[in-house]
């Protein structure tokens, strides 16, 4: 019986934000940092023994993971500099590598203020990527093809974040 009583705490790192599963077993969870000294990094979480097993320095603010790839952006600010740093990645979750390959090869990453929400079609595979622009105005959704061109946009509400598919 599952009672979502707390079982275990494991000690991952300051401000964590998001968290994913893989199919192999591992959890993906995302710190913050602190915006000043302590970056933002990836860690994965070996469910079997509740140990931190790897972690990645490198800042994700959202990820979601699609067979063996996860797709990852980051809006990293810093209180140092008062900027915000936006890149975007892949990860191979089975080998636990960092990829070279970007999944926006069109360059339409310039045009996206701030990347907020990002899913994976499991059928097309195209890649979604919301932009909350300035969070009071409407935002926008991204289409990106498997080759990582646009292939739409439309505008959307307020700080779009979320998804969902419906099969018909």
Not at 10 to 37: C, E, F, M, P, W
Request: neutral net charge.
């Amino acid at each position: 019986m599952i009672s979502f009583k707390e079982i275990k705490r494991i000690d991952v790192a300051i401000n964590l934000h998001r968290l994913k599963a893989d199919q192999y077993g591992d959890l993906y969870v995302t710190s913050r940092g602190n915006y000043y000294d302590i970056g933002s990094k990836l860690f994965v979480i070996d469910t079997k023994t509740d140990l931190v097993k790897k972690s990645f320095d490198i800042p994700v603010s959202n990820l979601t993971i699609d067979g063996n790839i996860a797709y990852f952006f980051s809006t990293e600010f810093s209180y140092n500099t008062g900027k915000n740093t936006t890149s975007y990645g892949m990860l191979n979750v089975k080998d636990e590598l960092i990829l070279d390959k970007r999944f926006i090869t069109d360059g339409t990453d310039q045009s996206i203020t701030v990347p907020y929400g990002i899913a994976v079609h499991q059928i097309t595979k195209e890649v979604l990527v919301t932009d909350a622009g300035n969070y009071v105005s409407p935002g926008t959704l991204y289409c990106f093809d498997v080759d990582g061109k646009k292939k739409w946009s439309v505008k959307t509400g307020d700080i779009p974040a979320h998804f969902a598919f419906i099969h018909r």
